[in-house]
Structure formats: C-alpha cells, structure tokens
C-alpha cells in the first residue's frame, strides 16, 4: 500500500485538472516527468512522480529491503560455529551490515509514502517477495566463503547501477551499500581463498560450496530478458540501466576467471570463452528450478519464514519500548 500524499498535486486539484483539461494534463504531466528523467535528473520524495513508477519503486526496494533481512539467516547459521574468533568477528559484522541495508531502504521505501509496517506485514504474510537465492541452506563453512564470493558478487553488479537510479533516496541509499557490499564479496574470496589453498578435503569442501552455489547466483539476477515483465519500463525511467541477461553476463565474465585463480572448476559444462564476442558463453539455467524456488518450494522457503516471524513475535517488546519512549520524548518536547 501507499499513499498519494506526497503528490504535490492534492487529488482535488487533479481531479479538477482533468475535468478542465480531459487527460491532456496527465499526459503533459508524464511527458515532463520523462523529460527530467531523461535529462539524468534526480526525482525526490515531494516530486511528482507517476502511479506506476511509484509502484515499481515500492515493489523493488521493499523486496531488497525484504532480501537483505531474511539474507542474514543463511549466514547467521554459521556465527556460533565460524572456524576462528578472527572469522566470527568479520561474519558477525557482515551480518549486522545486511541488517543495516534493510533498515535503510525500508526508510528509501518509506520516502514513497508507504509504511515500514505494511511492508513487514506484507513479508510476513509470504505476499511480498525477497530474493530466492536465500532459501539455500548453508551446509559447510565454505558455504560463507561462496555467499560472499557469488551472492555478494552478484548482488554488487545489480547495485552498482543503482547508484545512478533516476530515484534520488535510492540512489543514495545504494551509494553506502554498495561500499559494504564490496568489503563482503572480498571477505567471501578470501575465505575460499585459503580454503582452496589448503588441505584436499578443504580444497574439496571449496569446490562443493562452488557448485552448489553457482546456478542460484546466475538466477539472481532474474529472468531472461524475453521473459522479464518489468524491465524495459524500469529501463525507460531509468530506474534499471542494464537488461538481466546484461548483468548475467558481466558476472560470469568477471567471477570466471576468479575462479581459476582459486584452482576451482564452474559447474558448467557449455562454459567457454569465446573470442569473438570477448565473453564467455554458458549453459542453460534451470528456469523450473527458479520458478519453484520462487513459489516457495525451495530448500529453506518455509524455515526463513517461520523464522522471521517468530524473530517478529518475539521482537514485541522492543518495538513497544521504542514507541514508549519516542512518546516520552515527544511530550517532554511539547512540555
Ligand atoms: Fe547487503
Ligand atoms: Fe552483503
């Protein structure tokens, strides 16, 4: 749900604008909302902004939003088990750092007028989505080493662009992200680093997480573009800058090599540079298995969220004291 309210055009003076002028003025109105997009403008808050493009804005970032909070489970599962303090310390940081992502696009999202409790409800009640690849389960240790390495990777090509989203709060929200998430992708590697640099069953334990892992990151990035419901709009407002399968392939082209570097071998075998086109071709996706996966058939779909909700009940009381004491402090104010 959202509101209207940030129009600055009150729904009165457009419903008298369009009996005066039929839809001439709706269609001057997009027409010069194009124009500031297109002219690389930043649309705020408080602007005038269309229905649609709205929408789309709330649906993704309250889905990244959504991502980011339920990513940390699959990464918590290894905090009380991580190999070292040394490690504990860098995962339990990058954890909390994905829980900061959330709460800072949950505000991003807010700035469109919808509320942080509509989106939680519409979480919780399984209507809105969040990304697939975290209902994997994290089986080894070296499964940390490829969430950063893979997922954090991938997710870095996807938010790079949205630095330069024609959305001014999410641009700017991205700007810090994208920082974090490159402290994160780093931290993978080098966790598959010394693994693949040590003994044969961690070498192995490496090369399981890999082929595990590799597919549901190629699916991060979405559907192919034939079959990709929102991307040419989200690329006409310029809230997307490169197609999925644009993005897939920079991925692929950028991780190939890194996995060579760590003597790891990609689980494709279609996979093959191709010198003409300077990129590397690859296999299939298993769409079936995205698809299911996104239905909620997944691995871990039912685990995360009974868990999330439980986290939710039993954070009550936290949410309770904060209004508490926001309410004290606001009559201490007025006092
Ligand atoms: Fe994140
Ligand atoms: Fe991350």
Redesign the pocket.
């Known amino acids: 749900m959202y509101t209207q309210g940030l129009d600055q055009q009150s729904s009165e003076d457009k419903k008298k604008s369009a009996r005066d002028s039929g839809s001439s003025e709706d269609a001057a109105a997009l027409a010069a909302f194009q124009k500031r997009v297109e002219a690389e403008e930043k649309i705020e808050a408080k602007d005038w902004m269309p229905d649609a493009y709205r929408r789309t804005l709330v649906r993704q970032i309250s889905q990244h939003a959504h991502s980011e909070i339920i ?1 940390m489970q699959p990464e918590g599962n290894w905090l009380t088990r991580a190999p070292s303090l040394k490690r504990k310390a860098i995962l339990l940081a ?1 954890v909390q ?2 829980a900061g ?1 959330g709460l800072y696009l949950y505000s991003a999202a807010e700035t469109l007028g919808v509320s942080r409790e509509q989106m939680v409800a519409d979480l919780l009640s399984g209507k809105a989505k969040y990304s697939s690849i975290f209902n994997y389960p994290t089986l080894t240790w070296a499964d940390i080493g490829a969430i ?1 390495w893979l997922v ?1 990777g991938a ?1 870095i090509m996807n938010q790079v662009p949205l630095c330069r989203c024609s959305y001014g709060p999410y641009a700017r929200a991205m700007v810090r992200v994208c920082k ?2 490159s402290f ?1 992708q780093r931290q993978g590697f080098e966790i598959m680093l010394e693994l693949s640099r040590g003994s044969e069953q961690q070498k192995a334990m490496a090369q399981d997480a890999l082929d595990r892992w590799w597919w549901p990151s190629l699916m991060m990035f979405g559907p192919s573009d034939t079959d990709s419901r929102h991307s040419a709009q989200s690329m006409a407002w310029k809230i997307k800058r490169f197609s999925n399968d644009e993005l897939r392939q920079k991925f692929v082209d950028v991780t190939v090599p890194q996995a060579q570097f760590l003597g790891l071998r990609v689980p494709d075998d279609k996979l093959r540079w191709n010198d003409a086109t300077e990129h590397y071709e690859f296999g299939e996706i298993d769409w079936q298995e995205f698809h299911d996966v996104l239905a909620g058939n997944g691995p871990c779909n039912r685990e995360r969220m009974a868990k999330r909700r439980r986290a939710h009940d039993e954070g009550a009381w936290v949410r309770e004291a904060a209004e508490a004491y926001a309410l004290k402090q606001a009559e201490r104010q007025a006092a």
């Open positions: 990513g990058k750092d994905e992502h950063g954090d997710a974090e998430e994160h």
